[in-house]
């Protein structure tokens, strides 16, 4: 009687830390925030490069509490249309990787590495592009490898999505060029948002939103 009675409170102990695990883990999946980002890749970037600006802008928003979701495109496909192709609730973007020959098409100046779309009448904007020229001229001063100023040019226009606006901040991440300190600082893994920019950008992607 007594070894049926330990058992069954055993089973009921796995049972309820079971339960408290799930419950746990689920808390887990609400509190993160994910993004889905598709690359539309115009300028060839070299898969090193593409790889380590992969790497690095996830990690810029991984301290943030943002996980992103990387998807791949052939260039020579349809953006818009292949956006549209899968639904989810989570925001999903695109990151245009522009040549010269495109980037010469948009009002930008010479000191400029990217450019966002922000949406109207209320929509979500959804396009971010780089101007890969301009990445190329920065990383001329070795002070970081094009793969991480290709990140942190990436995310910076990313943000200007979540954050639904241009603005621009007198340091850190969101700051509006990208000099030889900010370099350095990028260098480092010490180029990053501020606290009240991630504070914006994970209550931006706080409730699940599907795209238009």
Not at 71 to 81: E, I, M, T, V, Y
Not at 118 to 137: H, K, S
Not at 149 to 162: F, T
Not at 188 to 200: D, I, K, M, T, Y
């Amino acid at each position: 009687m007594f070894r049926t009675l330990t058992i069954s409170l055993v089973l009921i102990l796995v049972t309820g830390t079971g339960m408290i695990q799930g419950k746990v883990n689920q808390q887990e999946e609400r509190s993160r925030r994910q993004l889905q980002v598709r690359i539309y890749d115009y300028a060839h970037v070299s898969p090193e490069s593409l790889a380590e600006a992969k790497s690095v802008a996830s990690s810029i928003f991984q301290k943030i509490g943002v996980e992103i979701l990387w998807l791949d495109h052939a260039s020579g496909g349809n953006p818009d249309q292949a956006i549209h192709n899968g639904q989810s609730s989570y925001p999903q973007l695109q990151l245009r990787i522009l040549n010269l020959q495109m980037a010469e098409r948009l009002p930008v100046n010479k000191h400029m590495t990217g450019l966002t779309f922000q949406g109207t009448g209320g929509q979500v904007g959804r396009v971010a592009n780089i101007f890969y020229n301009r990445v190329e001229e920065l990383a001329r001063s070795k002070t970081c490898s094009k793969g991480a100023i290709l990140a942190h040019a990436a995310a910076h226009e990313i943000a200007h999505l979540l954050l639904g606006n241009v603005d621009h901040s007198p340091a850190g991440l969101m700051k509006a060029q990208l000099g030889h300190k900010e370099l350095q600082s990028a260098a480092r893994g010490h180029l990053v948002f501020l606290e009240s920019e991630a504070e914006q950008i994970r209550k931006a992607l706080a409730e699940p939103r599907v795209q238009p």
